[in-house]
């Protein structure tokens, strides 16, 4: 039974590029919340994706946008990259009753 | 604004010393608690889940919760150096996402 799966594990970008993060749930779950967490720091919230769409959103710009597709796997996209973005991206599924997060093993963005 | 707020670290116990980690919440509205483990460079790992008061047990881990009081614990018994890692204290609002605090760091000395 996969648990939650990102892709890539790292990467390395400059100011003002485009990303995009992958991640596929846990098997049975069917939403899918991001978080952005800095070096030393606990998780901030990014959004949550239910059925497609989403569903809330923590304090975070519109340059952070996302998605989710049918089989309920999200994509993370942040638009003109700047050098506080650098941190570890964090997904996490569950199901929508009030059941805990299960996060993967995260992708860590770095700015140069 | 939803604020949780742990006791500052570092924290270090001796090995066999039962390790007492902190929490408090701002909303009282909060439904769900939750203990994760973060090693240094990996992800969080749910180690415990609370949703009434009074304690709930799952071996050497006994979580807290105080509603009343807006304030939830984790007690390690029989730290491990295993056990080393950063705490993070979690709470659902009640629309299953979480606000985290920053974390406790535990360091078990052997």
């Known amino acids: 039974d996969a648990g939650v799966t990102q892709s890539p594990t790292h990467l390395i970008k400059t100011r003002g590029q485009q990303v995009t993060l992958r991640c596929s749930p846990k098997s049975g779950h069917d939403t899918v919340s991001w978080y952005q967490q800095a070096l030393g720091q606990g998780p901030q919230f990014i959004f949550q994706y239910y059925e497609e769409e989403e569903r809330q959103r923590g304090n975070f710009p519109d340059r952070f946008s996302g998605h989710q597709f049918p089989n309920y796997s999200s994509e993370l996209n942040v638009n003109a990259l700047l050098l506080g973005d650098s941190a570890l991206y964090l997904c996490a599924s569950s199901t929508r009753v009030d059941q805990p997060q299960h996060f993967g093993d995260g992708t860590r963005l770095s700015i140069l | 604004q939803k604020e949780v707020e742990q006791n500052s670290g570092p924290l270090s116990v001796p090995e066999g010393a039962i390790a007492s980690l902190n929490c408090t919440y701002s909303?009282?509205?909060?439904?769900?608690f939750f203990w994760y483990r973060q090693y240094s460079g990996k992800s969080p790992e749910l180690i415990m889940s609370i949703y009434s008061n009074g304690d709930k047990e799952d071996g050497r881990f006994t979580a807290q919760l105080n509603k009343a009081s807006q304030y939830v614990s984790l007690l390690i018994r029989d730290s491990q150096p295993s056990d080393s890692a950063t705490y993070l204290c979690a709470v659902n609002p009640g629309a299953n996402n979480l606000f985290f605090g920053t974390g406790t760091r535990l360091t078990v000395i052997p």
């Open positions: 909303d009282r509205g909060s439904q769900s």
